[in-house]
């Protein structure tokens, strides 16, 4: 993110002090801004944000590594927070990298939550936008009928335009649920040691015994897509009582 921020600064400086005109026009925008820019971004990024950034990182991993072992239900929480707090971007991709590295240390729990919680926002914009259409929008209603699809393969960003047009509401939503799911499978301890996500997870999971596994993973995404659903609702309600 702040990388691509600082690209934006330095492209709009670069276009400034080097302006595009005449027989080379092309080539300073397609060359020489792509280039100088490149370069202004990684040295800074090399140079002053990188190991910031590296280190907050790396703290984050050893807070989630610490909370693995009695305190796995509050693991499982934080890492659907984590997912569901913005459908895909660096938060997300955060709870990513922890749920990979545990699974490459042998600990299958995190993974197993992240594939779970990776399907309640996209379950729960279904189950809100069929159970109550008349607070959604047409183009909402519209998104709500994929998004369920979306949510089997794992994929999140099926929901961000719920989450575009009302940030803090949907995200509180989405987080709640997550949250519930990721706990729920924590406490079973269910298990993944299969990089993937959504429903292709289902029939590799580690547990007591597998059907017994499906049923815990499954279940525990659809508890937290209602939850979600059911806040969506409600929280929808208030914003529209107070803008009328």
């Known amino acids: 993110m702040l990388g691509g921020i600082l690209a934006g600064y330095a492209t709009r400086y670069v276009k400034k002090y080097i302006p595009a005109k005449g027989t080379f026009a092309g080539f300073v925008s397609f060359v020489v801004y792509p280039v100088l820019t490149t370069l202004l971004v990684g040295v800074v990024m090399l140079l002053i944000l ?47 990298a922890f749920c990979v590295a545990a699974m490459a240390e042998g600990v299958l729990m995190p993974y ?33 009928n994929s998004t369920w699809l979306l949510g089997l393969a794992g994929i999140t960003e099926g929901a961000i335009p ?19 799911c990721g706990a729920i499978v924590a406490m079973f301890n269910i298990g993944l040691d299969v990089p993937g996500a959504g429903i292709f997870s289902l029939f590799v999971l580690k547990g007591p015994s597998l059907g017994f596994a499906m049923a815990v993973w499954l279940g525990a995404a659809i508890v937290g897509a209602i939850i979600s659903s059911v806040l969506l609702i409600v929280l929808r309600k208030q914003k529209l009582s107070k803008e009328k």
């Open 162 to 180: 719920f989450m575009m047009a009302d940030p803090l509401r949907v995200i509180f939503s989405f987080c709640t649920g997550s949250a519930v």
């Open 112 to 144: 197993a939550a992240f594939a779970s919680i990776k399907m309640v926002s996209a379950f729960s914009c279904t189950i809100a936008t069929k159970i109550r259409k008349d607070l959604f929008t047409e183009d909402e209603i519209a998104a709500g």
């Open 50 to 96: 990188g190991k910031p950034v590296a280190m907050l990182n790396q703290a984050l991993l050893n807070i989630l590594t610490s909370l693995s072992g009695g305190n796995a239900a509050l693991l499982g929480a934080i890492i659907g927070i984590m997912v569901s707090f913005d459908l895909g971007g660096p938060v997300n991709k955060a709870a990513y």
